[in-house]
Each structure stands twice: as structure tokens, then as C-alpha cells.
């Protein structure tokens, strides 16, 4: 490029167009939240510093090699961010290492992959075009400098570099240790050197389990028995209700608490739920939140099973799932019940084979146990009331008790249902995916309603408590602006928070003592709850949830990202807000939230001590409840 007498070499064209563009992609097409003009201002600087990390080195090369090098190093840079763009859409996250080779997952991914792409993504590519066509027809834009200046060109890269690290630690002090969020580290490093960190990450974690002994255990024990006293409370009046009964568990796909009570032009988005949760053989909780992370519905099973957090990266299911635990379905197989899974999707999906294998799980009811036809599928496979109805043979062939786990797949993103099988209208929004969900959530609902009369009908009612929990949330906060317009008011982080509850019920057939109950609880309390109903002294166990029934329980709902829910306060993104009114606090309030947030700190960090070293190996579960 000829600029007068100048002339501009390709590596500053690149990195000029390369920096502006990324920065344009952060700003206008992820929703990050830029909360301050120096957060602005990294904003911009981390993509032109990484661009010119990248580019500059070129000038080592020669002339020929150079072009080279630029062409394909923009062309990769750009795949790296479109890729990142499309799974931010889907999953308002950034990909890590682990994640990109659950590859049937990203299989899966591809059915919604159209939905997920948009016209002016094309824009990504337009800056790596231009360099292929300067760098092919000769226009003389290589550099050849004498050595002194090519070590110039690479001192250059340190400063920038080190300029952006000390302004990312002034913004956020202790961002790499304390990386609990992903959204802040692209943020503050950009989403190339993000990705160089989950690298070391993943390298440190591997060597983690290798060097980790047993001395760390009995340290998690102490604390766990200190905070979270397993104390069975064999008086109260739930204790073994179900004593000897069936359990079928329901894990409900993205099924969020706002569908509850909702309507859709005067018509009840939800009309068979509404009526359980108010009758009273049904127990629920209205404030309880699901604590899943990048693992989705595995993270949600991984954590009822085991009372254990998620991992910050990656699914546990994937990633840790050799390790040695104590779960579930390995505890009632010793009580004498037999254990099952019911889920019409590839028995792979989330690893959940070899995962369902290790925690011992007597069978698992995949896609091959069904019939799936073009008349009863669509979106991600069979639908739900067809799976239902095809699963009551299988429950019919089962020892009693049995523990039954459900898998529902219809009420997932995109959330699409034939015109035909909608009995709800669509909302009207900006939003495609917030105006189709409460289609695809009335079907689910209408799908457990028969559900439970096909129990009925088989027999299998009476004897079994039925528990219906949502696994995680359907609409992600890239649909704020649709969800605010359905909600009638603004979704700050509070409400986005609040946003993140689940449904969760459990129903016992001829129990007269239901309704609704406040306290706050999560899928971490599921295995303590339902080894306290089924009567199920489990005293060695190592949990970080509390049966929910428990009168001094614990106080708080922890989240993955380090936000928590307690009685009194809600904390997320750095900030503290009194619970019962959403409104943020001053600082000197503030400072409530801080004894908790370091509690939930040190609770994940020891949950993921014990995934990432595989501790449970060092521990014997038998001797320590005897
Ligand atoms: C896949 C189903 C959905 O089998 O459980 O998984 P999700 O995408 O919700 O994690
Ligand atoms: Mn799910």
C-alpha cells in the first residue's frame, strides 16, 4: 500500500484490520458487558496487541514465506473467532479445550448450527480476503529489515503484550488466579490469548491427578463436616417417607421457573405443572436453581448424582469420567434397588455410556431402545410423549424398588415443534428462540401430564415418588432484550440470576402434607434430599449440598462463575444485592456478601480438587459411614 512516499508494510495492514476487526466482533456481535471506558479501552487495545503478536513475527521470514505466513495465520485467526461467535450464540460461553473434542456434541451441534449463523457474519472474513489479494498480486508489502530492526519489531510485541496484561490486572485484579469467568478473561486478554490459557490450564490439570496424594482429603472432610453437617435428622417428618418406594427421577430439558404460571395470549403455557406444583401430594421448591456449567444436562446429572460442582471447563462427564466416586445409583444398587437410565438420544452424547457405566447404573435405555420413526421425531430425535410411552414397558420389565432416571429431549434449543403440535401461540418478540419456547414447553408439559397417567395405568403410580427437576436454563442472556420485554421490566444481572430457576418437585402419591416451600436450594442438594426421603442413611458420604428438608441447612446456592444465592443477598458479577428487593447494595453492605463469597471460593476449588486428582481414590466411603 502506497501512501504517498510511505510505505505500509502487510504485517501492520494485517494487524491494523485484523485488531479493528476483532474489536468490532466483541463489541457488536458477542454480548459482552462493557461496564467502564477502561474496559472500552481494552477492548480495543487486546485485539490489536494479539494481531500484532501474531503478524510481526513474520518479519523473521523471508519475502515469499511472509505472505505466506499472513495469509494463513488471518485466515486461522478468523476461523478461531467465527468459531468462538457461533458457540457464544448457542451457549453464551467461550469454547475451552475439553469441550472442543466432545466431538459428538459438536456433531449435535451442527442440527442447529443453520439457526446459529448469521448474514453479516460474512464481515469476520472480509479483513482476511484483502490480505489474500495484497499478498498474491505483488505490491512489494513484505518487510526485509536488518537484524536490529526485526528485533525491534518483536520488542514491540512484548510491550504491547505487557501493556495489556497490567491494565487487565488493574481492571480485574487476579484474573488468571481466580478465573471463575471466561467472559472476563476474553475481555480483558482477547479470545486468541484466552485460548493460550486454557491450554496451560488443561496441561496443569492433566498433571494435577498425577501428582495428587490423600494428604488433601481429610482437609475437604473437615470442612465438609463442619459446613455441611450430614446430619440425617432421622426425626423429621420426611425421613424414609419413600421408604422402599420407586423413584422415577425427570430431568426436564431447559425448563426454567418463568414458563410456570406463564401465559401466551391468555393461554396457560404450563397448565398440568401448574396444578402439580399446587397440589398437595407434590412438595415444591420455588427457589431452586440449577448449577450447571459448559457440561449442560451432563453437568446436571453429574451434579444430583454427586453432590459435587461442575467443573469450570469442560463436563465432568468427559473429562473426569474414570474417576473414582460414590454416586447415586452405586448407593441404591446397594440397597437393593435397581438403577436405570431413560434417554432416546446416541448413547454417547456426553459420554454418558462410560460415564453411566462407572457410577453404576444397571441399564441404559439409549436411542437403540426405541422406535424412532419420521412420524415421531423431530428437532434432536423422539419426541417426548412418544418416549414416554415407549419407556413403560421397559419400567414394567424392572426389579422393585427401581430408580428410574428420565432424560426429556423436545424442549431443547431451538426449540422447534410441527405446526400441527403446537397448542400454544408463539410469543412476539425479536427473539425466534424466546417466541418458540413456550411451544415446545407447553408439549413437554402436555407429555408429562399423559406420562403420568401411563404410570397409572401400568400400575407403576402408587408405589413410586415421582421427582421432575429442570436441568438448566433453555434461554441464554443473549435473549435479554426479548426476555425483559416478556418479564415487563429490564433483566439486570439480579434478575438474569433469578432467571437460573429450575423447577423441582417431587410428588408421593397419597402424601397430604405438599405446597410450596421458599427455601433457597439446588441440584447440589438433590442426593442428600432423596437419600433422606428414601431413608437412606448414607453418613460417610461427601457432599457439598444439605438435605433440603433440614431445619439448619446450608445457607447458600453456590454458582459455577462465583455467584451465590443465600436468604438475605444475591451475589453475581462482583456485586451484592439484597435478595428479597433486587437492589444492589453500597459498599459498606456490601461487604455482607464477602464471608460467604470466599466460602463458595474455597468450596469450589475443593470440588474440583477432588475431579481434578481423583481424591475419592484415597478415600473409603464403607469404613467412614460405619
Ligand atoms: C442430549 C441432551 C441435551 O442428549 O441431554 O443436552 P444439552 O445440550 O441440553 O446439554
Ligand atoms: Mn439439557
Redesign the pocket.
Known amino acids: 500500500m502506497q501512501l504517498k512516499n510511505i510505505r505500509m508494510p502487510l504485517f501492520v495492514i494485517a494487524t491494523l484490520l485484523f485488531g479493528l476487526k476483532t474489536y468490532f466482533v466483541y463489541r457488536f456481535m458477542f454480548d459482552l458487558s462493557i461496564e467502564n471506558p477502561m474496559q472500552e479501552f481494552i477492548l480495543l487495545f487486546n485485539p490489536i496487541a494479539s494481531a500484532y503478536l501474531i503478524f510481526a513475527i513474520s518479519v523473521w521470514l523471508q519475502p515469499k514465506r511472509q505472505m505466506k505466513y499472513l495469509r494463513w495465520t488471518i485466515l486461522i485467526g478468523s476461523l478461531i473467532l467465527f468459531v468462538n461467535l457461533i458457540f457464544y450464540r448457542n451457549f453464551t460461553d467461550f469454547i475451552t479445550i475439553p469441550v472442543l473434542f466432545q466431538g459428538n ?1 459438536a456433531a ?1 451441534l451442527t442440527g442447529s448450527f443453520l439457526t446459529l449463523l448469521h448474514i453479516e457474519d460474512l464481515l469476520i472474513f472480509a479483513d482476511v480476503a484483502l490480505v489474500w489479494y495484497l499478498s498474491k498480486h505483488k505490491f512489494g508489502l513484505s518487510v526485509q529489515l536488518p537484524k536490529r530492526g526485526k528485533i525491534a519489531a518483536t520488542a514491540v510485541t512484548f510491550l504491547l503484550l505487557s501493556g495489556n496484561v497490567v491494565l487487565a490486572e488493574i481492571e480485574r485484579p487476579m484474573l488468571f488466579v481466580r478465573a471463575f469467568d471466561r467472559e472476563y478473561l476474553v475481555k480483558n486478554i482477547g479470545v486468541y490469548n484466552y485460548h493460550l490459557y486454557d491450554a496451560t490450564m488443561q496441561t496443569k490439570t492433566k498433571a494435577q491427578r498425577v501428582f495428587a496424594d490423600g494428604s488433601e482429603i481429610s482437609e475437604i472432610e473437615t470442612y465438609l463436616e463442619e459446613n455441611s453437617p450430614d446430619e440425617v435428622n432421622k426425626k423429621a417428618d420426611l425421613y424414609g417417607i419413600a421408604e422402599d418406594k420407586n423413584v422415577i427421577f425427570v430431568s426436564v ?2 425448563f426454567q421457573n418463568f414458563l410456570l404460571d406463564s401465559k401466551v395470549n391468555g393461554t396457560e403455557t404450563t397448565p398440568f405443572l401448574n396444578d402439580l406444583k399446587e397440589s398437595k401430594d407434590t412438595i415444591f421448591f420455588k427457589n431452586f436453581y440449577h448449577q450447571t456449567a459448559q ?4 453437568d446436571s446429572e453429574f451434579i444430583v448424582e454427586n453432590s459435587l460442582y461442575p467443573l469450570g471447563r469442560g463436563a465432568v462427564y468427559f473429562t473426569h469420567a474414570g474417576n473414582e466416586y460414590n454416586a447415586l445409583p452405586e448407593i441404591l444398587n446397594d440397597e437393593g434397588y435397581e438403577t436405570s437410565v431413560f ?1 432416546a ?2 448413547g454417547s ?2 459420554n ?1 455410556d462410560t460415564m453411566y457405566d462407572n457410577i453404576g447404573y444397571d441399564e441404559f435405555y439409549d436411542e437403540k431402545s426405541y422406535q424412532v420413526t419420521p412420524e415421531n421425531s423431530f428437532g ?1 430425535g423422539l419426541e417426548d410423549k412418544a418416549f414416554f410411552e415407549q419407556s413403560i414397558k421397559y419400567m414394567q420389565s424392572q426389579e422393585k424398588p427401581f430408580y428410574s432416571k428420565f ?1 426429556t ?1 423436545t424442549h ?2 431451538p426449540f422447534e415443534l410441527p405446526e400441527e403440535k403446537a397448542n400454544i401461540d408463539k410469543f412476539d418478540s425479536n427473539s425466534k428462540t424466546l417466541n418458540s419456547f413456550f411451544q415446545t414447553a407447553r408439549y413437554t408439559d402436555e407429555a408429562l401430564q399423559q406420562f403420568f397417567q401411563q404410570l397409572k395405568d401400568a400400575g407403576l403410580y402408587k408405589d413410586s415418588i415421582i421427582v421432575l427437576m429442570g ?2 436454563y433453555g434461554i441464554s442472556d443473549f435473549h435479554n432484550e426479548a426476555m425483559g420485554q416478556f418479564l415487563g421490566k429490564e433483566v439486570d444481572p439480579f434478575v438474569q440470576t433469578q432467571l437460573q430457576r429450575v423447577p423441582f418437585m417431587v410428588h408421593i402419591p397419597g402424601y397430604e402434607g405438599g405446597g410450596v416451600r421458599e427455601d433457597v436450594v439446588g441440584q447440589i442438594d438433590v442426593k442428600p434430599t432423596l437419600l433422606h426421603l428414601l431413608g437412606i442413611n448414607a453418613g460417610g458420604d461427601m457432599t457439598f449440598g444439605d438435605n433440603m428438608f433440614a431445619e439448619d441447612g446450608k445457607d447458600f446456592i453456590a454458582m459455577r462463575d462465583g455467584s451465590f444465592i443465600s436468604e438475605e443477598y444475591l451475589f453475581t458479577n462482583e456485586q451484592c444485592y439484597d435478595r428479597a428487593t433486587g437492589e444492589l447494595l453500597a459498599e459498606e453492605e456490601a461487604e455482607a456478601c464477602q464471608p460467604i463469597k470466599e466460602k463458595v471460593e474455597k468450596e469450589l476449588n475443593y470440588s474440583d480438587n477432588i475431579i481434578y486428582g481423583d481424591l475419592f481414590r484415597f478415600y473409603d466411603f464403607d469404613s467412614s459411614s460405619e
Open positions: 456434541n449435535d430439558e431447559s457440561g449442560k444436562t451432563s434417554h438420544n446416541n452424547f456426553w454418558r434432536w432424560i429431549l431443547h434449543f436441568d438448566h
